[in-house]
């Protein structure tokens, strides 16, 4: 961040000019307006599912409890790779609207998907499942006595729905939200392929086409300060607001069984997302794949993926690695200095990585030159670019932006391990390090294994820095699916996209079992009570 912010400070005013003169309020503008349709479409689609699936009973519900988090293993650059070729004119829907009418192609009106409406539509189908997971352990936690109570006072369903369990719920929903959102700002692929104008577009245009490396800094900070201002909103919105179970005994509420209308609408508003979100765009990409000239097992598609595998290894095992140390650094010495640097890890969740890629490239090619010019002037000797284009640089931005979801997934397993673990184990002798890799790594093998594949699945999903800071000919499934898309040959970019989401299927399946465990508990719960009762 300081990086960027001096980079930026280093450009002249001729620059930040220019930008504002021609495209600051265009990139402003399009930028909102992602943010507030991807805001409001996840909060509908992300609430509304998860009320239906914990609240009422109808045919199918613990299909769709688990189901409707599937689309998360789509990247959003994949889902619009998908549907151009579905949608856009030489596509499967609008061939068959003009053999089935005989009408020309200035003859109808048909939505462009490739428009600001059509990114928003696109990262709302992959990015709802963060409102849905978050909402629905809301409503899970929910007791049912102020429910019960709002009912006893003459409500009704939806009427205790919005004045009781919407209210208790909003920090989990305004959280899933927000994170949408950032993860909307970060997104290079979608926009990029859909010919959108946006701050993450701009920093690679800047940086690459024009070769204008203080406008992508200048434009790189806006977009951090973006960043980090809906980061302390994250923060402040889930620290601020509070809510208690009523009572002493917790309960809870009783689902709701719907009948006739109100029954297939549940099962239509629960099917559309799953079906447009995953099912859909996975037929698409298999059909896709199919009429390719793409050979997955030839010698270069072997080298994309072996390339994605050693990246995402190799970072997932750094990012990891180094969430542990962060994690056990708090739980030995819980300080405001410990603490303050696990804070400060976390913030990397929300800059793009663009804005990342920059932040590295910056000191590091101002290193490499300093090095050059030395050896030269001494020795009379060049070193070129000792870090720039390297993969360890390039490690070291997976670190920064992908280091908040292993920590938050190591700090949930250490807080599972009593103190007394710790007590024991220094009385036998164990030093912290000896501790750590004895006692608490064996006891975490599960987090430990989920925090590697989260963080190995968001790598290989990840694009705007990977496409930035990739060593020379050193390309990765989403480089090649991102490539062949710009070249608009669809049905090549569909091979790689397809193998990018099959590994991407691998958390949203033990995401999918663990909620399945636990509603399964609930409900044999709630079955020895009815029992009892």
């Known amino acids: 961040m300081v990086a960027v912010a001096l980079a930026a400070a280093t450009g002249s005013l001729e620059t930040i000019q220019h930008l504002a003169e021609t495209v600051l309020f265009r990139y402003t503008m399009t930028t909102l307006a992602l943010m507030l349709l991807v805001a409001v479409f996840t909060a509908i689609i992300g609430t509304g599912t998860a009320w239906l699936v914990t609240m009422t009973k109808f045919p199918g519900v613990r299909f769709f409890e688990v189901a409707l988090a599937l689309p998360f293993a789509f990247p959003a650059y994949v889902m619009g790779y998908a549907y151009t070729d579905f949608l856009d004119h030489p596509g499967a829907v609008q061939t068959t609207l003009r053999s089935l009418t005989g009408w020309g192609p200035r003859d109808y009106w048909f939505p462009e998907i490739r428009s600001v409406e059509g990114a928003a539509i696109m990262l709302t189908l992959v990015l709802y499942p963060y409102v849905y997971l978050l909402a629905r352990a809301a409503f899970l936690q929910e007791s049912a006595t102020a429910n019960i109570a709002a009912r006893s006072m ?181 300080s405001k200095t410990s603490m303050f640097a696990a804070h400060v890890s976390r913030i990397g969740y929300a800059v793009p990585g663009g804005v990342i890629a920059v932040g590295l490239l910056v000191p590091f090619a101002l290193l490499d030159n300093t090095i050059d010019a030395y050896m030269r002037s001494t020795f009379g000797i060049r070193t070129g670019l000792l870090f720039t284009g390297t993969i360890a640089v390039l490690i070291m931005a997976y670190a920064v932006r992908f280091m908040a979801a292993a920590l938050n997934t190591v700090d949930a397993g250490m807080t599972t391990i009593n103190p007394s673990t710790d007590a024991v184990a220094r009385t036998l002798g164990r030093s912290p390090l000896q501790m750590l890799w004895s006692v608490h790594i064996p006891i975490l093998r599960p987090t430990v294994l989920t925090a590697l594949l989260v963080v190995f699945v968001d790598v290989m999903k990840e694009l705007p820095a990977t496409l930035i800071m990739r060593p020379f000919n050193f390309d990765t499934l989403a480089v090649q699916a991102y490539r062949l898309a710009s070249d608009e040959r669809l049905e090549g970019a569909a091979v790689p996209s397809l193998v990018i989401v099959m590994v991407g299927l691998l958390p949203v399946i033990i995401v999918c079992k663990t909620l399945a465990r636990k509603n399964t508990s609930s409900r044999s719960a709630q079955a020895d009570t009815s029992h009892l009762a």
């Open 154 to 334: 003459g409500r009704n369903a939806w009427s205790a729905f919005f004045a009781v369990s919407l209210p208790m719920a909003r920090p989990a929903i305004a959280g899933g939200v927000l994170l949408a959102v950032m993860e909307t700002i970060a997104d290079f692929g979608t926009v990029s392929y859909f010919g959108i104008q946006t701050f993450a577009t701009g920093i690679y245009t800047s940086w690459f086409s024009l070769a204008d490396r203080a406008g992508a800094a200048q434009l790189a900070l806006c977009l951090l300060s973006f960043a980090l201002f809906l980061a302390i909103l994250e923060r402040t919105q889930r620290g601020a607001a509070r809510n208690y179970h009523a009572g002493k005994r917790f309960e809870r509420v009783p689902p709701v069984a719907l009948f006739g209308w109100h029954r297939i609408g549940a099962i239509v508003a629960c099917a559309a997302p799953v079906f447009f979100g995953f099912v859909l765009p996975l037929v698409l990409l298999f059909e896709m794949g199919l009429g390719s000239e793409q050979d997955l097992f030839s010698d270069r598609y072997l080298g994309f993926i072996q390339n994605s595998i050693i990246l995402a290894s190799v970072a997932s095992i750094v990012t990891v690695g180094s969430a542990f140390l962060l994690s056990f650094n708090v739980r030995l010495n819980p």
